[in-house]
């Protein structure tokens, strides 16, 4: 079984579109993130939640809009697309709250393409 | 700022060789350190991990261990396989005010061959 699942996989679109990305994880985790991988592979965090709370926000456009109908799911929502946007987006999870210790289980990533 | 620096790729190996990859921290407090790695095509996942000073991280024959007066935590493994060939991330949690966030260093690419 998937423990960190992410749909779709690839997702190609056109400049000035909205789309979203899902995420789901049975692991019973508290906490979920969503990072951007660039073409160089540098990892940044963008966004957190626990149990449906926004707890990390890092500097990310407005144009991204993180949701988390429930503590299993997190979603990312992104408006007008443009060229800079491409890049794999990668979901993860923690079991608890800030704990600095924990391992974070990722998922398969959604390699964007903007054109 | 909290901040890693690892040493850039790619590593090119040969089967059996030994692997070292550097990688530094700067950080406040205790923060936790890992080692991810990505295999082609694939997500992260960890590799080792290890949370106060001087413990030592092992798993699949990859070694590291948190040197706190010198801020490192260099991973290594004595003979690598054509298997281990992937993109490996070191990352450090800064503790209980950071909620969890990993800050990654710029991942090093290694390639074994036959």
């Known amino acids: 079984d998937t423990a960190v699942s992410q749909t779709p996989k690839y997702l190609v679109t056109q400049m000035g579109n909205d789309k979203s990305i899902k995420c789901e994880q049975n692991l019973g985790h508290d906490t979920m993130y969503w990072y951007k991988q660039d073409s160089k592979k540098f990892l940044k965090i963008m966004f957190s939640?626990?149990?449906?709370?926004?707890?990390i926000n890092e500097t990310v456009p407005n144009r991204f809009s993180p949701k988390s109908p429930d503590k299993a799911h997190l979603n990312l929502h992104i408006n007008s697309l443009e060229l800079g946007d491409s890049a794999v987006y990668f979901c993860a999870s923690s079991p608890y709250r800030g704990r600095g210790t924990d391992t974070q289980y990722f998922g398969p990533g959604t390699r964007l393409t903007v054109l | 700022g909290n901040s890693v620096t690892q040493m850039e790729g790619p590593v090119t190996l040969s089967e059996e060789a030994f692997l070292t990859i550097n990688c530094t921290y700067t950080?406040?407090?205790?923060?936790?350190l890992f080692w991810y790695v990505q295999y082609p095509g694939e997500g992260l996942q960890l590799l080792l991990k290890?949370?106060?000073?001087?413990d030592k991280g092992s798993n699949k024959g990859f070694e590291a261990t948190y040197r706190k007066e010198t801020t490192s935590f260099h991973l290594e493994k004595g003979s690598v396989q054509v298997s281990d060939s992937a993109v490996y991330f070191c990352?450090?949690?800064?503790?209980?005010?950071?909620?969890?966030?990993?800050?990654f260093g710029a991942g090093t690419q290694v390639v074994v061959t036959p």
């Open positions: 950080a406040t407090g205790y923060p936790s």
């Open positions: 290890a949370t106060k000073a001087d």
């Open positions: 939640y626990n149990n449906k709370e926004l707890i």
């Open positions: 990352a450090l949690n800064a503790g209980t005010d950071s909620w969890g966030k990993l800050q």
